[in-house]
């Protein structure tokens, strides 16, 4: 379980005991499997991992094959230990993109212009996708804040959308690679 889904787990659970599918569903709400890579099915896994090192508690077991988690004082704190971290904490993002970029030159013109063209397409989907996603998560109770995210990724994708387009003008000028 990525330290990730972790935080995202325990900050979940701030607010209260839910069993593992309400978990789920809060961070489905959030759109988390989008901008954080939350593998759902690692959910479970990280729920049972956590109560086994204290940070969260069993307050109900085998109610119609549901388990009820709670944040204990240490899941607590480990919460906001994480939370701060990530606030005070500049890291490189780990993009597999850049691989590809770094090996540009290895690609004929036409395969390259493809590919530009095609991650071009690709990113525009997305964007449309982000975009429409945009203000929508309130109707479902989620809290404005949550929208930052999105607002957040549909920057970087506009970023990456124009580093294509101006990359496939220097490859098509022999300028790139």
């Keep these: 379980m990525s330290s990730t889904t972790r935080i995202l787990i325990l ?12 978990v789920r569903r809060q961070l489905e709400m959030m759109g988390a499997d989008f901008w954080a890579n939350v ?13 086994d090192e204290g940070l969260l508690t069993i307050v109900e077991s085998g109610k119609a094959g549901k388990t009820v988690y709670e944040l204990t004082d240490d899941g607590r704190h480990e919460f906001y230990r994480m939370l701060m971290t990530l606030w005070y904490e500049i890291k490189p993002v780990v993009d597999p993109f850049q691989v590809a970029i770094t090996f540009m030159d290895r690609l004929d ?14 990113l525009t989907a997305s964007l449309a996708m982000s975009e429409r996603a945009y203000g ?7 809290p404005r804040h949550i929208d930052e995210t ?3 990724n ?11 387009r101006q990359a ?10």
């Design 11 to 22: 900050g979940v659970l701030l607010d209260g005991p839910l069993h593992g599918y309400k």
């Design 39 to 51: 593998a759902y099915g690692s959910i479970y896994h990280g729920l049972n991992k956590m109560a």
């Design 109 to 122: 013109k036409p395969t390259l212009m493809d590919a530009l063209r095609t991650r071009a397409e690709q």
């Design 136 to 142: 929508s998560k309130q109707r479902f109770g989620a």
């Design 150 to 152: 999105l607002r957040l």
């Design 154 to 164: 549909i920057g970087m994708l506009h970023a990456q959308l124009e580093w294509c």
């Design 168 to 177: 496939a003008q220097k490859v098509e000028d022999d300028e790139l690679p």
